[in-house]
């Protein structure tokens, strides 16, 4: 019964792969969102998606394509992976109209070696 | 724009010793506040929210924070530490609305408790 889950948890890959991260919520929320936490632990927000329209895009390279095929999913694509993605990616989901606070998934760890 | 500035990436307290864990915030429109705590190879969770009403908040596993809007401050306090409340603690601010859930997040604090 998990509210927010991420797939992988774990992703080690190398660079100029092209991988992605899939995310589902079962809330019923309407928005959902991508951070980016690095090395020094900084969580930084990346996209958010309204009812599958992209509301927030930060400044993030065009590598990065978020993707949401439907209210309850999120994935995030990256293309030609470089050292600097090593990161950790949260996925999160907040309902707009309820203002519920945002709830995070576990977190993809990814590793470009 | 937003901002927030937590003092102290690491703090220490003893158990059973009062945990003060300060949070400092700038924005331009009313705010909405929210301290997250993350265990180690965990995701966030909700620890408390401040959003319109009462200024004193409390939260999850005994924590409180208070919103000073002269002090534009969000301390978040707990009367006496754990063993279990070792972890790392964000302060984030969001301006409400459709940017809700867009978190602006400080450099976290992690609190370490000695037995």
């Known amino acids: 019964d998990t509210a927010v889950s991420q797939t992988p948890k774990y992703l080690v890959t190398q660079m100029g792969n092209d991988k992605s991260i899939k995310c589902e919520q079962n809330l019923g929320h309407d928005t959902m969102y991508w951070y980016k936490q690095d090395s020094k632990k900084f969580l930084k927000i990346m996209f958010s998606?309204?009812?599958?329209?992209?509301?927030i895009n930060e400044t993030v390279p065009n590598r990065f394509s978020p993707k949401s095929p439907d209210k309850a999913h999120l994935n995030l694509h990256i293309n030609s992976l470089e050292l600097g993605d090593s990161a950790v990616y949260f996925c999160?989901?907040?309902?707009?109209?309820?203002?519920?606070?945002?709830?995070f998934g576990q977190g993809t760890r990814l590793t470009v070696v | 724009a937003q901002s927030v500035t937590q003092l102290g990436s690491h703090v220490s307290v003893s158990e059973g010793a009062l945990v003060l864990l300060r949070c400092n915030y700038s924005?331009?429109?009313?705010?909405?506040l929210f301290w997250y705590v993350q265990y180690p190879n965990q995701g966030l969770q909700l620890l408390l929210k401040?959003?319109?009403?009462?200024?004193l908040v409390k939260g999850i596993n005994g924590f409180e924070a208070e919103f000073k809007k002269s002090e534009t401050s969000f301390h978040l306090t707990k009367p006496s530490a754990h063993m279990s409340d070792a972890a790392e603690y964000f302060c984030a601010v969001s301006a409400g609305g459709t940017s809700y859930g867009k978190l602006t997040f400080g450099q976290g604090t992690i609190l370490t408790v000695h037995p």
């Open positions: 998606y309204n009812n599958k329209e992209l509301i």
């Open positions: 924005s331009s429109v009313p705010p909405y």
């Open positions: 999160a989901s907040s309902h707009y109209e309820r203002n519920t606070e945002a709830f």
């Open positions: 401040y959003t319109t009403g009462a200024t």
